[in-house]
């Protein structure tokens, strides 16, 4: 028997500190309005030295225990989508399994940079619908200012921290209606981020810092982003108009416009969190979900596109029931 993967509960964490656009002046060679204009962002949470990935995990799962009313025992399966984990092994997500309590359950890491959320719920939705799991911790948790060079003006002012959490469970009723996910490993030097200590020898001398080459990103992300509407809507009985809510990565401004008007949606059916989070990485469209579903906007039975686009690059979509 199928079952659809229904979501029952959702939450964030966001770190204490906040660096605005103002601070980063005070870094770099910017300014607050070069920022806003190029990107939308005006700050950023930053985590403090004592959090982790799997810490700021926990504060998010919690809340989405809380919202669903479960037993955190009930849970089988943890995935969490992260880059930025403490440790190269256990993983985040067996890391708060443990912080969690809970006995017996399956806990894996899932790394697709930016699309790491999507990626995760299009895995949690397959294992729900063969019965391998009923319910299901996914998770989006990053520490992107740890793998960010603060001297460099081109990435410092994109991304910031937090965690995002999605509870599924397996229903009669519909959830997630359709995942796509893709990628293409002919980009890697558009947007990498080297691992100095496992590299290869020769390539040792590489900062563990994100690099990127903006402008080439910022392009193939509008064209592969507006792919993924065309694919998604195609795949599905649905039209642009059944869309209720486009939860974006929260990546740059132009980005998200540029697919919301691909699906012909007004800015005010987009949920923004860009503004005051930054590119959170895997956790930001589970922190845009979480967001829309607090407070208030999206809806029961309201239909909800999440699309993401990240390094790889990596890419895709969950069309869902909420
Ligand atoms: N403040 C002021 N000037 C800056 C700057 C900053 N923070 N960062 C770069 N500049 C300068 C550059 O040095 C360059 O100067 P030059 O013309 O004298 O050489 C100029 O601004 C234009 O740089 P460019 O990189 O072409 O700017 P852009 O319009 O492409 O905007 C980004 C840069 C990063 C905001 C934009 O490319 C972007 O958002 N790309 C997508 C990145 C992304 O989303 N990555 C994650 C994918 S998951």
Redesign the pocket.
Known sequence: MTHWATVIGTGAYLPEMIRTNHDLSEMV???DS??FE??GIKSRHIAAADETAASMAEHASRQAIEMAAIDAQEIDLIIVATSTSERIYPSSACLLQQRLGIQKCVGFDIQAA?SGAVYALSIADQYIKTGFAKTVLVVGSEICSRIVDWSD??TC??FGDGAGAVLLSASDRPGILATHIHSDGGYEDL?YCPNPQVAAVAKQSEPGFIQ?R??E??KV?VNTLGRIVDETLEASDLQQSDIDWLVP?Q??MR?IAATAKKLGMDMDQVILTLEHQG?TSAASVLLAFNEGVRDGRIQRGQIVLIEA??AGFTWGSVLLKY
Request: glycine share 8%; with cysteine; proline share 0%.
């Open positions: 060679d910017t300014t070069w920022i190029r990107t930016c003006r081109s002012i994109l947007l990127m903006g402008n990103v910022f992300a990565h990546a740059n980005i590119n686009f990240g």
